[in-house]
């Protein structure tokens, strides 16, 4: 079993920036695919971004390229999502999922943990 706290989303304007983190516990961290998806109100949630296992391939849906970059510290078992340049439109519930394994997925089927979420709101 695998845990996730997300934490940092907030109310921010357009054109400024916010960090959302991901704690994770019980397994192994270096050992999962990290993602991050969001859900709008009345939108299927989506997918945003995710990360190897040791950091090195990313993946992004196109409209938050250039815009917002993930990362994780496998020494603290956390993963992280930078935003910048926020737009209204990005405005939803950010969750954090979990899959073992190598292969980095867009696809929310593909994850087997995930977190409850953290808020993110972009007033124009």
């Known amino acids: 079993q695998v845990q996730l706290v997300e934490s940092g989303g907030g109310l921010v304007q357009a054109g400024g920036s916010l960090r959302v983190s991901c704690a994770a516990s019980?397994?192994?961290?270096?050992?999962?695919?990290m993602g991050w998806f969001r859900q709008a109100p009345g939108k299927e949630r989506e997918f945003v971004a995710a990360?190897?296992?040791?950091?090195?391939?990313?993946v992004y849906t196109d409209s938050v390229k250039g815009r917002f970059t993930i990362s994780r510290d496998n020494a603290k078992n956390t993963a992280y999502l930078q935003m910048n340049s926020l737009k209204p439109e990005d405005t939803a519930v950010y969750s954090c999922?979990?899959?073992?394994?190598?292969?980095?997925?867009?696809?929310?089927?593909?994850?087997?943990?995930w977190g409850q979420g953290t808020q993110v709101t972009v007033s124009s």
């Open positions: 019980g397994r192994t961290f270096s050992s999962l695919t």
């Open positions: 999922a979990a899959r073992p394994g190598v292969v980095v997925s867009m696809q929310k089927s593909a994850y087997d943990y």
């Open positions: 990360i190897s296992f040791g950091g090195a391939r990313t």
